[in-house]
T-cell receptor
Framework: GNSVTQMEGPVTLSEEAFLTINCTYT??????LFWYVQYPGEGLQLLLK?????DKGSNKGFEATYRKETTSFHLEKGSVQVSDSAVYFC?????????????FGKGTKLSVIP | DSGVTQTPKHLITATGQRVTLRCSPR?????VYWYQQSLDQGLQFLIH???????AKGNILERFSAQQFPDLHSELNLSSLELGDSALYFC????????????FGPGTRLTVL
């Protein structure tokens, strides 16, 4: 079945530092890929997505490129802010008998200090 | 705001009890997924309903059950509760049953004492 391996962290960065969170996947075919973010005390929010190989998803300064050669979907941001402190999850749909539940990585907790 | 609502936000109960968690999907979404988030297991898929019918089961215990009603809201029933059932329970909705993004509710935090 589909699976996701994600850098676990925690990651602590200073404000304006560069962020990379690694995500690799195992899947049949070329599924859509997602990054979700969970701010403290809240539910998961879709941060960005890519639906096919070589697609780049972007939102709020975050980017991730769907790379089928390396089966990766790494999350990057050029200059992080304190407000980016959250847990980030890489996810892909797992297809089984007409259902597409999401399979998540273990999450990476990011703390940004002023 | 994702448009998905969940009630209650917090629930504290005792072992052996039964609780019901409620989820209302985004307007127009036919699919409802339930997930459990715990420190040791991470985010785990429990069950998926599409337009009132069960589509898939994941790591859902036999003590747990769910249903989706004609108005598309869904309920997750947890019975004979154990300490280990303490977790955050999320529902998510999507427009169809395909590989589309899912929109998550704020979650219900269940504490079993």
């Amino acid at each position: 079945g589909n699976s996701v391996t994600q850098m676990e962290g925690p990651v602590t960065l200073s404000e304006e530092a560069f962020l990379t969170i690694n995500c690799t996947y195992t899947a049949t075919g070329y599924p859509s890929l997602f990054w979700y973010v969970q701010y403290p005390g809240e539910g998961l929010q879709l941060l960005l997505k890519a639906t096919k190989a070589d697609d780049k998803g972007s939102n709020k300064g975050f980017e991730a490129t769907y790379r089928k050669e390396t089966t990766s979907f790494h999350l990057e941001k050029g200059s992080v802010q304190v407000s980016d402190s959250a847990v980030y999850f890489c996810a892909l749909p797992y297809s089984g008998a007409g259902s597409y539940q999401l399979t998540f990585g273990k999450g990476t907790k990011l703390s940004v200090i002023p | 705001d994702s448009g998905v609502t969940q009630t209650p936000k917090h629930l504290i109960t005792a072992t052996g009890q039964r609780v019901t968690l409620r989820c209302s999907p985004r307007s127009g979404d036919l699919s409802v997924y339930w997930y459990q988030q715990s420190l040791d297991q991470g985010l785990q898929f429990l069950i998926h309903y599409y337009n009132g019918e069960e589509r898939a089961k994941g790591n859902i215990l036999e003590r747990f059950s769910a249903q989706q009603f004609p108005d598309l809201h869904s309920e997750l029933n947890l019975s004979s509760l154990e300490l280990g059932d303490s977790a955050l329970y999320f529902c998510a909705s999507s427009v169809e049953a395909g590989p589309f993004e899912q929109f998550f509710g704020p979650g219900t935090r269940l504490t079993v004492l």
